[in-house]
């Protein structure tokens, strides 16, 4: 017979062996967080010094403003179009190592930039670049999504989402040094050397719940195999077809179109419009940026807070919340550098904070519907749709600026702002009516 001794020391021994496993758990979770936000971080690392640039390239090479603009689409065409096509890498051949191979290739691509003078062999490279980061997105979400339940998505993605805007305000800072110490030549392979050291580290270290037979609260095992290889490739129209997907596509459509403006076209309004200088005009626009960090983090919580998790209305609010902003900056360019940078700072916030939401957790629960385990599919579909605004942009806003000047881009991404609101609260009453129906189960984000 077991004496009340033993009962205590049984008792104390499977306690210990839960607690461990719950700190392995966390300690394998933060060590997932902390590299894919690194990774993710660092794709802005090549995507930042272009903006930085503009100005040497049209004063050296006699660059017009459109040319700089098929610049723009040459990168963020690839990035868009095979996103859309091949979103499902993660899914097929696992995130790490599809992203492990777009970080190293999009290091390599852009390593000897700065060494030609040519616009054609920057177009390449630059295509080269935006392919290979084409999957950065879908394989963080896939990889960083096998380790959380659904219950703490939401939350974990908004504070993983900042990656997209610290790495960009690094990616400017890192740009701006380099140019303004060395000249713009100088400004992409430093860059590419961090980039490639990130890729093989991601090559190393990110593994599934699977790959180290962890077992996630909430997750057997089972669903933790699925999420690492899914050889089921869901069709565009298949994916097209999901209950509110189009109109967080076409609402990230919208934003991005908006957010992108900012990151490759401010810095050259703020100098030649404003006439800010090179540092200032190259620093500034990432008061947008750093907004983007301060809304991702709070944005998420606050909606659970104050609208009971309903992701797409507070989403819609936001971006109206971010057009109001574009507004008041427009009226108010000439006052100087601190309405400007507060301005942007506000726009920042509720434009890049819906990011991790629109392209992130509604997408992820979006690909767990009917049991599927889709989420790079679905994440990759939504961040690629919505890249498709940002090739756009980089011929559109040079041919606007060239022809109706620069207030006509201001006029344009204050449009958009308003229709990728419209679009998003579109998406938040399909949720409502699907849900009175009876026919979702767990459309949180849409209520």
């Known amino acids: 017979m077991w004496t009340m001794l033993d009962c205590w020391k049984c008792f104390s021994s499977h306690s210990a062996l839960n607690l461990q496993s719950r700190m392995q758990l966390k300690h394998h979770q933060a060590c997932i967080f902390a590299l894919t936000w690194t990774a993710y971080a660092g794709t802005y690392l090549l995507r930042k010094p272009l903006a930085v640039v503009k100005t040497d390239l049209s004063n050296e090479l006699s660059m017009t403003r459109t040319d700089l603009g098929w610049l723009d689409t040459a990168m963020l065409f690839p990035y868009a179009a095979v996103q859309i096509v091949f979103g499902s890498s993660a899914d097929k051949y696992g995130a790490r190592r599809t992203l492990a191979v777009c970080l190293m290739t999009s290091a390599m691509s852009m390593a000897s930039f700065g060494l030609w003078h040519s616009f ?16 950065a997105w879908p394989s963080c979400v896939k990889g960083l999504g096998a380790w959380y339940t659904t219950q703490h998505r939401n939350a974990i993605f908004g504070i993983w989402g900042t990656c997209t805007f610290a790495g960009g305000v690094l990616g400017t800072a890192l740009a701006v040094h380099l140019q303004t110490r060395y ?14 050291g990130i890729g093989l580290m991601v090559l190393m270290f990110l593994h599934s719940p699977s790959d180290l037979q962890v077992v996630i609260p909430g997750k057997d095992l089972e669903s933790a195999v699925s999420e690492k290889l899914d050889p089921a490739t869901p069709s565009f129209v298949s994916l097209w077809k999901l209950p509110m997907l189009k109109e967080v596509a076409i609402s990230v459509f919208c934003i991005k179109i908006v957010r992108y403006c900012m990151f490759m076209w401010l810095p050259m309004y703020l100098h030649q419009q404003l006439h800010y200088g090179k540092a200032g005009s190259g620093m500034l626009p990432t008061s947008f940026e750093i907004g983007g960090v301060l809304g991702s983090a709070s944005l998420g919580y606050l909606i659970q807070r104050f609208l009971r998790g309903q992701m797409l209305l507070g989403s819609g609010l936001a971006i109206l919340a971010s057009t109001l902003s574009l507004v008041c900056f427009l009226l108010t360019a000439s006052w100087g550098a601190v309405p400007n940078f507060t301005l942007m700072l506000i726009a920042g916030a509720f434009n890049c904070g ?16 009917d049991g599927r385990k889709i989420q790079a599919s679905v994440s990759g579909f939504v961040n690629g749709f919505g890249s498709l605004g940002t090739v756009l942009q980089g011929p559109i806003v040079g041919a606007i600026t060239e022809y109706y000047g620069w207030s006509g881009m201001l006029y344009l991404i204050i449009t958009l702002s308003l229709l990728g609101c419209l679009a998003s609260l579109k998406g938040y009453l399909i949720g409502t009516g ?9 459309l949180q984000m849409g209520v």
């Open 354 to 369: 819906v990011d991790p939401i629109l392209s992130g957790s509604v997408p992820s629960e979006l690909g767990e519907l």
């Open 183 to 196: 000249g713009w030549r100088d400004t992409f392979f430093i860059p590419s050397f961090i980039l490639g």
């Open 120 to 135: 054609y062999i920057y177009a390449v490279l630059l295509f080269i670049n935006g392919a290979a980061q084409s999957q």
């Open 434 to 442: 699907l849900r009175l129906n009876g026919t979702t189960q767990k």
